[in-house]
């Protein structure tokens, strides 16, 4: 099995709203990662978390807050979000940060957001 | 500057044709990975090539991993509808979770 689900699949918020992206993976994985993709471009990294603890932050705006409460969950957290951040929102995990085939990500079905 | 170069970025083909997409870099990589997506869905992994000079086949899709480790090759024979999508290589150049991606290969194969 090498699934990793999302939810909700689609979302809509306004500019003050807070709401939150789940992500699961039951592959005893241990890292996870959230990515941001625009139309016609390829995935950007976000955060990636390694043995439950953030590992890489790539300068994202504190509008947005993960959060991994254990190995399988990942979450994303929204508030006050700009149109700008309408983007198809990607969940992915690993078997681990090494190489040689071990960082091979999976990749969730995403969550379609718009802010408006 | 793109760590990975792929290229054609758009390849328009007839049904039972056959294409290559290209994977290039200047860095070495301990592996290399193609996905393909669909709109509004996440990439789904093809495979992982690890060792150089590999080749892996996955029904009528072919992938190359070089010598040097540091290009790929993605090659589909009698192209089906079914393989329209953007292919993605991508690779990890450290250890330490931060996967690269090339700008992506808009393959589209018409009836």
């Known amino acids: 099995d090498t699934e990793v689900t999302q939810t909700p699949k689609h979302l809509v918020m306004g500019m003050t709203n807070k709401k939150s992206l789940k992500c699961e993976q039951h592959m005893g994985h241990r890292a996870m990662y959230w990515y941001k993709q625009k139309a016609k471009k390829p995935p950007e990294l976000m955060f990636v978390?390694?043995?439950?603890?953030?590992?890489i932050n790539e300068s994202v705006p504190s509008r947005f807050s993960p959060e991994c409460p254990n190995s399988s969950l990942l979450n994303l957290h929204l508030h006050a979000l700009q149109p700008e951040d309408s983007a198809l929102y990607l969940c992915a995990s690993s078997r681990d940060l090494g190489g040689w085939g071990q960082e091979t990500q999976y990749f969730g079905p995403g969550t379609r957001l718009l802010v408006l | 500057t793109q760590l990975l170069e792929q290229s054609p970025q758009f390849l328009s083909i007839q049904e039972g044709e056959n294409l290559t997409v290209y994977c290039n870099s200047s860095?070495?990589?301990?592996?290399l990975q193609w996905y393909r997506q669909e709109p509004g869905e996440g990439p789904v992994l093809l495979v992982t090539v690890v060792t150089g000079g590999e080749v892996k086949k996955l029904k009528r899709l072919t992938f190359q991993f070089g010598d040097a480790r540091k290009d790929s090759s993605l090659h589909i024979t009698a192209a089906q509808p079914g393989d329209t999508g953007l292919y993605l290589c991508a690779a990890t150049p450290d250890s330490w979770g931060k996967l690269q991606f090339g700008a992506g290969t808009q393959v589209v194969v018409t009836p």
């Open positions: 978390y390694s043995y439950e603890k953030l590992s």
């Open positions: 860095s070495v990589f301990s592996s």
